[in-house]
């Protein structure tokens, strides 16, 4: 196949195809209009089509040879953000902005889609096309559970992120750890509220958070191993309403971030050290952790197949293998815990385009001059595993 020739002459459809979604952004599980256009694309290509929970979507394309199983991920879902980039093609959903770039993941993996299909016959084994709701709040243990990972079972999967954390037209890829564990944390300290001026009666719990949070500070430097990145982070931390009322409770509430596979251990240490500071103030607490998203874990195999695909693609100075990792978290893992399989990001931020603001800001835009690079990476990453 003459690969860039055919991506070429698919290119208006490409933006076209991302502008539309990015012109009508859903919330998670909310993903109606976004699930029906993927539907009935993948129909109009005659792939074999199902929904998984209400709004994800699988398309399934057998080839017309035997062969392994892949799977290509797209997440769908946008974000609760007040789009501020005066697109032509901005947002018409009021408060609801595709900030975080999976309009691009959707309309590369459709093209992704129809190339293949043109290509069937000479396909050993089976694609799978997961479009995942939900992404932003984790939704894929729901698809999994959902029977995602199932009809059929695929041997290995592959996911991708726009980002714009890296210059267009670069990759990032690593073997191993690339996106962090997340859990997040509510921590209710109790003490015993009473008169500002007569502390002595009362037990003030804002005196034992702070120390918590000290705490807190104490475990990046003095208990954490610095080559294993953990973050601790309070995002929010509320008590009283009056200046000389001494509070019951102060609430305390972040997260806790692990780029490595001992975050159970790191929740355990802060657990302790909460628990001895309470008990120094003499107050109770209540801890609950709640998980966001695993440890994605890149296997080392598919991971290195990314590199040299990149390297083929795009050339080996625009493959980043260092500092790539990160400790946002993507639910992605959920499915590397059960299938081996490994996330890649694809740069897309360029100064002079104004597509290097962060992801999940109002003013975020992806370049859409790499999206024809990005259906090349995902086609050629499909013809690699496969053989063909
Ligand atoms: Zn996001
Ligand atoms: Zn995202």
Same mark, same amino acid.
């Given at each position: 196949?003459?690969?860039?020739?055919?991506?070429?002459?698919?290119?208006?459809?490409?933006?076209?195809?991302?502008?539309?979604?990015?012109?009508?952004?859903?919330?998670?599980?909310?993903?109606?209009?976004?699930?029906?256009?993927?539907? %009935?694309?993948?129909?109009?290509?005659?792939?074999?089509?199902?929904?998984?929970?209400?709004?994800?979507?699988?398309?399934?394309? $057998?080839?017309?040879?035997?062969?392994?199983?892949?799977?290509?991920?797209?997440?769908?879902?946008?974000?609760?953000?007040?789009?501020?980039?005066?697109?032509?093609?901005?947002?018409?959903?009021?408060?609801?902005?595709?900030?975080?770039?999976?309009?691009?993941?959707?309309?590369?993996?459709?093209?992704?889609?129809?190339?293949?299909?043109?290509?069937?016959?000479?396909?050993?084994?089976?694609?799978?096309?997961?479009?995942?709701?939900?992404?932003?709040?984790?939704?894929?243990?729901?698809?999994?559970?959902?029977?995602?990972?199932?009809?059929?079972?695929?041997?290995?999967?592959?996911?991708?992120?726009?980002?714009?954390?890296?210059?267009?037209?670069?990759?990032?890829?690593?073997?191993?750890?690339?996106?962090?564990?997340?859990?997040?944390? $509510?921590?209710?300290?109790?003490?015993?509220?009473?008169?500002?001026?007569?502390?002595?009666?009362?037990?003030?719990?804002?005196?034992?958070?702070?120390?918590?949070?000290?705490?807190?500070?104490?475990?990046?430097?003095?208990?954490?191993?610095?080559?294993?990145?953990?973050?601790?982070?309070?995002?929010?931390?509320?008590?009283?309403?009056?200046?000389?009322?001494?509070? %019951?409770?102060?609430?305390?509430?972040?997260?806790?971030?692990?780029?490595?596979?001992?975050?159970?251990?790191?929740?355990?240490?802060?657990?302790?050290?909460?628990?001895?500071?309470?008990?120094?103030?003499?107050?109770?607490?209540?801890?609950?952790? $709640?998980?966001?998203?695993?440890?994605? %874990?890149?296997?080392?195999?598919?991971?290195?197949?990314?590199?040299?695909?990149?390297?083929?693609?795009?050339? $080996?100075?625009?493959?980043?293998?260092?500092?790539?990792?990160?400790?946002?978290?993507?639910?992605?893992?959920?499915?590397?815990?059960?299938?081996?399989?490994?996330?890649?990001?694809?740069?897309?931020?360029?100064?002079?385009?104004?597509?290097?603001?962060?992801?999940?800001?109002?003013?975020?835009?992806?370049?859409?001059?790499?999206?024809?690079?990005?259906?090349?990476?995902?086609?050629?990453?499909?013809?690699?595993?496969?053989?063909?």
């Amino acid at each position: 196949m003459d690969l860039k020739k055919e991506i070429a002459a698919l290119q208006p459809e490409l933006i076209e195809l991302r502008r539309d979604f990015h012109r009508h952004p859903e919330i998670g599980t909310r993903e109606f209009r976004t699930a029906q256009v993927i539907e %009935d694309y993948l129909k109009g290509l005659g792939l074999d089509v199902r929904r998984c929970l209400e709004t994800g979507v699988i398309g399934v394309l $057998k080839g017309g040879k035997p062969g392994k199983t892949l799977t290509l991920r797209s997440d769908i879902d946008a974000l609760p953000v007040e789009e501020m980039t005066g697109l032509p093609f901005r947002s018409e959903n009021p408060g609801v902005m595709h900030a975080c770039g999976h309009d691009g993941h959707m309309s590369v993996m459709l093209i992704v889609a129809k190339i293949l299909t043109a290509h069937r016959d000479e396909i050993p084994g089976t694609v799978v096309f997961l479009f995942q709701t939900n992404e932003e709040d984790a939704g894929a243990e729901d698809m999994i559970r959902a029977g995602a990972l199932e009809n059929p079972t695929p041997d290995a999967i592959l996911g991708m992120h726009l980002w714009s954390y890296l210059p267009s037209g670069s990759i990032g890829i690593i073997p191993g750890p690339i996106m962090a564990s997340s859990y997040y944390f $509510k921590l209710t300290i109790t003490g015993k509220g009473g008169h500002g001026g007569a502390p002595h009666t009362c037990i003030n719990p804002i005196d034992c958070a702070v120390h918590v949070w000290e705490a807190f500070q104490a475990f990046h430097t003095l208990e954490n191993n610095s080559l294993h990145p953990t973050t601790v982070t309070v995002g929010k931390f509320q008590a009283g309403q009056y200046n000389i009322v001494i509070p %019951d409770t102060c609430v305390m509430e972040g997260s806790v971030r692990c780029l490595h596979n001992d975050d159970e251990k790191v929740r355990n240490r802060l657990r302790e050290m909460i628990d001895g500071v309470c008990k120094t103030y003499r107050c109770t607490y209540e801890l609950e952790f $709640k998980c966001g998203n695993t440890l994605l %874990d890149n296997d080392e195999k598919m991971a290195e197949m990314i590199r040299e695909t990149g390297a083929e693609v795009l050339g $080996k100075d625009n493959v980043i293998t260092k500092e790539v990792g990160v400790m946002i978290g993507e639910d992605f893992a959920e499915f590397t815990r059960r299938v081996p399989g490994a996330f890649y990001f694809f740069g897309v931020a360029d100064e002079k385009k104004g597509t290097n603001f962060e992801h999940h800001n109002a003013r975020f835009n992806i370049d859409e001059d790499v999206l024809p690079d990005v259906v090349e990476m995902q086609v050629s990453l499909a013809k690699k595993y496969l053989g063909f």
